[in-house]
Nanobody, 123 residues
Framework: QVQLVESGGGLVQTGGSLRLSCAASGRTFSSYVMGWFRQAPGKERAFVAVIWKTGGSTYYADSVKGRFTISRDNAKNTVYLQMNSLKPEDTAVYYC????????????????WGQGTQVTVSS
């Protein structure tokens, strides 16, 4: 079992940057595909980015491609989401999640979830 704790959210102006972190418990972090999702008020949870177990492959939602970067440090049991050129429409609660499957973009493919961290982008 994996426990996930996100951090790094906050309030930022349009065009600013934030880096989210997700720390995982357990010794098997490197056996999980890790993803980031977000949920804005009144909307369904949406896929943001995913990274393969070794970090060798990544995939992004079109809405964040070129602005966000997902990475991981298996020695630190941590996955990151670097967010640049932030827009008001990026405002949401951001969740990290762990999957034993492939580079999944559907939330149902993920087995473990963090509690979320709020990101607010002011215009």
């Amino acid at each position: 079992q994996v426990q996930l704790v996100e951090s790094g959210g906050g309030l930022v102006q349009t065009g600013g940057s934030l880096r989210l972190s997700c720390a995982a418990s357990g010794r098997t972090f490197s056996s999980y595909v890790m993803g980031w999702f977000r949920q804005a008020p009144g909307k369904e949870r949406a896929f943001v980015a995913v990274i393969w177990k070794t970090g060798g492959s990544t995939y992004y939602a079109d809405s964040v491609k070129g602005r966000f970067t997902i990475s991981r440090d298996n020695a630190k049991n941590t996955v990151y989401l670097q967010m640049n050129s932030l827009k008001p429409e990026d405002t949401a609660v951001y969740y990290c999640a762990a999957s034993t499957g492939l580079l999944a973009t559907a939330s149902r493919e993920y087995d473990y979830w963090g509690q979320g961290t709020q990101v607010t982008v002011s215009s």
